[in-house]
């Protein structure tokens, strides 16, 4: 099984093992909540960090870049953000608080493949409703409630969502 991330109007995708996309995104949840400042970009990283394959199950947990929350705004600015998120995991940020030591060389390709996705992107492509189906999903049912104030994980740093920490659930 694999996940696939894609930007559909691009037609371009690439593919993670299971095991890949937990620390593709684990990652990205460790210097994402170090560097996220604002509520967006912390709103960012949490719909990241959901995709979790302990609650989506295994070879369910790819998306659509265009379907991510993003504020068709603020667009440009949010690409940025993630563009300095992909960075600072390039750069291990964060990297030492794990029980593991993620291969280097397989994470560089997939935040490569990640960020170039993320960079073609469009304004005019963007799910213009993903941010609102995405944050309203808690009033459907509260089981997807996110925590209220962006709590971290106390040993990994990381934004808990609603199914705590990533890092803690792939122990």
């Known amino acids: 099984m694999g996940n696939y991330i894609f930007n559909r109007s691009n037609n371009l995708d690439f593919k993670m093992s299971n095991g890949g996309l937990t620390v593709f995104l684990t990652v990205l949840g460790l ?30 947990g790819g998306f659509d870049v265009e379907d991510m929350p993003w504020d068709e705004t603020n667009f440009e600015m949010e690409k940025e953000f993630l563009m300095k998120v992909v960075m600072g995991a ?7 608080s794990l029980d593991y030591a993620p291969n280097e060389e397989l994470v560089r390709a997939n935040l490569d ?19 609102d189906e995405w944050i309203n999903e808690e009033n459907v049912d509260p089981r997807f409630k996110n ?3 962006y709590p971290k994980c106390e040993k990994h740093g990381i934004f808990l969502y609603w199914n705590g920490c990533i890092a803690c659930n792939d122990i």
Do not use: Q
Not at 90 to 96: A, Y
Not at 113 to 131: D, G, H, M, T
């Open 31 to 60: 210097s994402g909540t170090l560097l996220a400042n604002t509520k967006k970009e912390k709103e960012l990283i949490l719909w990241l960090m959901e995709h979790d394959i302990e609650v989506r199950g295994l070879g369910n």
């Open 113 to 131: 493949n990640f960020i170039e996705l993320v960079r073609i992107l469009e304004p005019e492509n963007i799910n213009k409703n993903a941010y």
């Open 90 to 96: 390039k750069s291990r940020v964060g990297w030492d």
């Open 147 to 149: 925590p209220k104030g």
